[in-house]
């Protein structure tokens, strides 16, 4: 099967666009992204937070040059908001000026539910013809209700909107749609069943490390190694929440600014409000666990170093 023209054509192409954009995939979420573009499905995307997941939407959308449509995601997400919604205030007008130019009920009535009074909200935007077609982003939608699942449902299986007053809206070229969830409750099987599932984890050292050079320019390249390695420590203890990805880049900027070059145990005290946003997590690496990891990465540098300098003598 070969992808519609503009679409990249193998998942090392993927991969290559969206490195172009800064977006550092692992093998497994280019082949997903690939795959989502070339059968047309949508790419269903569920992982920690930060770990890079309404990025893929963006870096999509501008590797390919196309118009990104965002629906974010809240409790009481209603199909006004996500869909369509009658223009109230333009219908009234229109009824008015209609009764001063004496229109009969029928005429007004016929008149109101026309398209000249429809609002489209992301889902009916994405929908209607676009030069390229657009990247649909329906963000974080573990955190609408149950029933606007089930209304997504429709948009997702036909690429289709139905409006009673009116007609059936069908895309002629489905939108690229990329859903997002934190897994803060389980999204339903049916939803699941039409996408293409992929779970964003935490990335490992090599490309953490790449993403930190790409997103913090200008970072000293030990530094940038010392963060990754520090991050990732703290990934493996039993806090209340891990930090993400976006913790990881934005210390990176923050000791930057402070114009660091390297990890010290104060730095490390003044700037871990960056990494952790919990108290009982603060409070416990700051008495114990940062100590014990910038000696290890201390002694793991030192290692490098021997290692390095061993090689060049041989
Ligand atoms: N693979 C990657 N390559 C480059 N940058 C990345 C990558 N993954 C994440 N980032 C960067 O990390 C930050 C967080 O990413 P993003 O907002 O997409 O995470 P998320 O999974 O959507 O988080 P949340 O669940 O909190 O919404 C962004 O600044 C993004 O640019
Ligand atoms: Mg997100």
Not at 10 to 29: F, N, W
Not at 57 to 64: E, G
Not at 142 to 147: G, H, I, W, Y
Not at 200 to 210: G, H, I, M, Q, S
């Amino acid at each position: 099967m070969t992808p519609a023209p503009g679409l990249p054509a193998s998942i090392d192409e993927t991969h290559g666009r969206l490195l172009g954009q800064d977006y550092v995939a692992d093998r497994r979420l280019a082949t997903a992204v690939f795959l989502a573009l070339t059968l047309e499905r949508p790419l269903f995307l569920e992982g920690e937070p930060g770990t890079g997941k309404t990025e893929v939407a963006k870096a999509l959308s501008r590797s390919l040059a196309a118009e990104l449509i965002r629906l974010q995601c809240y409790e009481g997400l209603d199909v006004n908001l996500a869909a369509y919604e009658w223009n109230y205030a333009r219908q009234m007008l229109e009824i008015r000026l209609g009764e001063a130019a004496h229109e009969s009920r029928e005429q007004i009535a016929t008149s109101l539910f026309s398209e000249r009074f429809l609002i489209a909200r992301p889902l009916l935007r994405a929908l209607l013809p676009q030069p390229v077609r657009p990247v649909l982003l329906i963000d974080e939608l573990d955190r609408a209700d149950e029933p606007f699942e089930a209304y997504l449902l429709e948009v997702l299986a036909e690429f289709q909107i139905t409006i009673p007053e009116l007609t059936t809206i069908r895309a002629e070229q489905p939108p690229i749609v990329i859903i997002t969830s934190n897994r803060t409750r389980e999204i339903h099987d049916a939803v699941k069943r039409r996408c293409i599932y992929h779970w964003v984890d935490y990335p490992d050292a090599a490309r953490e490390l790449e993403i930190v050079r790409r997103r913090v320019p200008h970072v000293q390249e030990a530094l940038a190694r010392q963060i990754v390695e520090f991050v990732r420590d703290l990934r493996s203890l039993e806090l209340y929440k891990l930090p993400g990805l976006s913790e990881t880049i934005e210390w990176g900027r923050a000791l930057l600014a402070l114009d660091r070059t390297t990890l010290d145990p104060k730095t490390v005290d003044d700037t871990l409000g960056v990494l952790l946003k919990y108290q009982d997590d603060l409070a416990r690496v700051r008495d114990s666990e940062a100590a014990r990891i910038l000696e290890r990465i201390g002694n793991a540098t030192a290692a490098t170093e021997r290692a390095m300098a061993a090689a060049e003598r041989d």
